[in-house]
C-alpha cells in the first residue's frame, strides 16, 4: 500500500517561496506518476500540478505556470513542488498524490500540508 507523506507548508508573505515535500513509501516510486492537488477554505480540490513516472514530462494548471515547478528524485522516492512569486489566492491545504502505471485515476492522497500566503 502506498503511503505518502507531505511537509514544508507554513506561513509566508506574498511574493515569498516555500518547496513542499513529498515521501513516497509503500511501492516501487518509478512506477507512480505524482501529483499536486490544492483544497482551499469552501472550495473543492483542484489540480495544481503533475509529474510522469520518469520526471521527463510536467503539467501545470494555468495559474501556476511559471510560478511552481514539480520534480522528482527517484532515489529519494520523493517529489518537490517549488512555489516561487506565492499569492494570497495560493493558500490551500496542498496535497500529494499517486497515480499507478495505467490508472486513470490518482489513487492515493497524502494528509495534506497547510500553505498560508499573508498579504
Known amino acids: 500500500q502506498v503511503q505518502l507523506v507531505e511537509s514544508g507548508g507554513g506561513l509566508v508573505q506574498a511574493g515569498g517561496s516555500l518547496r513542499l515535500s513529498c515521501a513516497f513509501s509503500g511501492r516501487t516510486f518509478s512506477w507512480y506518476a505524482m501529483g499536486w492537488f490544492r483544497q482551499a477554505p469552501g472550495k473543492e480540490r483542484e489540480f495544481v500540478a503533475t509529474i510522469a513516472m520518469s520526471g521527463g514530462s510536467t503539467y501545470y494548471t494555468d495559474s501556476v505556470k511559471g510560478r511552481f515547478t514539480i520534480s522528482r528524485d527517484n532515489a529519494k522516492n520523493t517529489v518537490y513542488l517549488q512555489m516561487n512569486s506565492l499569492k494570497p489566492e495560493d493558500t490551500a491545504v496542498y496535497y500529494c498524490?499517486?497515480?499507478?502505471?495505467?490508472?486513470?485515476?490518482?489513487?492515493?492522497w497524502g494528509q495534506g500540508t497547510q500553505v498560508t500566503v499573508s498579504s
Open positions: 498524490a499517486a497515480r499507478r502505471l495505467l490508472d486513470s485515476d490518482f489513487g492515493s
